[in-house]
């Protein structure tokens, strides 16, 4: 075994003795470690993990922001946590330096997070990368709202309602103008109806009786 996997061997045994019984702390494997900073529901709370390669504690290990907890940290404040435990670990090359850059960032939570609102951000969308058929624009008009086809009334449907009483129950004034108009042009016509008859039996009595000749 090569001298960098031994060191790793004794400092993996003292991670585990240290942060045993802490939730923050989590050994994924054999050379990769998180450690959760701040509340779960705090958007400022973040996590760190770190990944060995085969030549650590003689080269930096790998430092990953982008894990699924990390969603709603912003870039920047991402690049500074990384840049400050790169800096850290520059000073401990050749030693095992985890524990110390778990650690450096409990006393600089607060100044490494000041630019990470207290909110969710909404993303905005590149369009140069997804193109402008990617969106869709939803139509918002309520179908309950759409005009209703008014229904189609037969003659006879509209003069019932045409006849119907009012929300006072008096039928609306001149409702029986038709029937009146309907009623004097049948006498009217009745009359001379009757004219014309006696006019024709006049006629008919004052004309001369014509006798055969040979009668």
Same mark, same amino acid.
């Given at each position: 075994?090569?001298?960098?996997?031994?060191?790793?061997?004794?400092?993996?045994?003292?991670? @585990?003795?240290?942060?045993?019984?802490?939730?923050?702390?989590?050994?994924?494997?054999?050379?990769?470690?998180?450690?959760?900073?701040?509340?779960?529901?705090?958007?400022?709370?973040?996590?760190?993990?770190?990944?060995?390669?085969?030549? &650590? *504690?003689?080269?930096?290990?790998?430092?990953?922001?982008?894990?699924? &907890?990390? #969603?709603?940290?912003?870039?920047? %404040?991402?690049?500074?946590?990384?840049?400050?435990? #790169?800096?850290?670990?520059?000073?401990?090359?050749?030693?095992?330096?985890? &524990?110390?850059?778990?650690?450096?960032?409990?006393?600089?939570?607060?100044?490494?997070?000041?630019?990470?609102?207290?909110?969710?951000?909404?993303? @905005?969308?590149?369009?140069?990368?997804?193109? %402008?058929?990617?969106?869709?624009?939803?139509?918002?008009?309520?179908?309950?709202?759409?005009?209703?086809?008014?229904?189609?009334?037969?003659?006879?449907?509209? #003069?019932?309602?045409?006849?119907?009483? /009012?929300?006072?129950?008096? #039928?609306?004034?001149?409702?029986?103008? %038709? /029937?009146? %108009?309907?009623?004097? @042009?049948?006498?009217? &016509?009745?009359?001379?109806?009757?004219?014309?008859?006696?006019?024709?039996?006049?006629?008919?009595?004052?004309? *001369?009786?014509?006798? *055969?000749?040979?009668?």
């Amino acid at each position: 075994m090569s001298e960098a996997l031994e060191q790793q061997a004794d400092e993996r045994e003292a991670l @585990s003795s240290i942060y045993e019984g802490d939730d923050a702390f989590k050994e994924i494997d054999a050379t990769t470690f998180q450690y959760k900073y701040g509340e779960d529901d705090n958007f400022k709370s973040f996590l760190v993990e770190i990944k060995w390669h085969e030549n &650590y *504690p003689n080269e930096l290990p790998t430092i990953n922001m982008d894990t699924f &907890y990390n #969603r709603n940290l912003i870039p920047a %404040v991402k690049e500074k946590i990384q840049a400050a435990l #790169r800096e850290e670990g520059e000073q401990w090359l050749g030693c095992g330096m985890t &524990y110390t850059l778990f650690e450096c960032l409990k006393e600089r939570m607060e100044e490494l997070t000041s630019e990470q609102p207290e909110h969710a951000i909404t993303q @905005s969308i590149d369009l140069d990368k997804i193109g %402008v058929s990617a969106i869709q624009i939803s139509d918002n008009t309520d179908a309950s709202k759409k005009e209703v086809k008014k229904e189609q009334l037969t003659k006879a449907q509209k #003069r019932r309602q045409w006849e119907r009483a /009012d929300h006072k129950g008096d #039928r609306p004034r001149g409702w029986d103008w %038709v /029937d009146i %108009v309907k009623h004097l @042009s049948q006498t009217g &016509y009745k009359e001379e109806q009757k004219a014309s008859a006696a006019a024709n039996a006049a006629a008919a009595a004052t004309a *001369p009786v014509l006798h *055969p000749l040979n009668g």
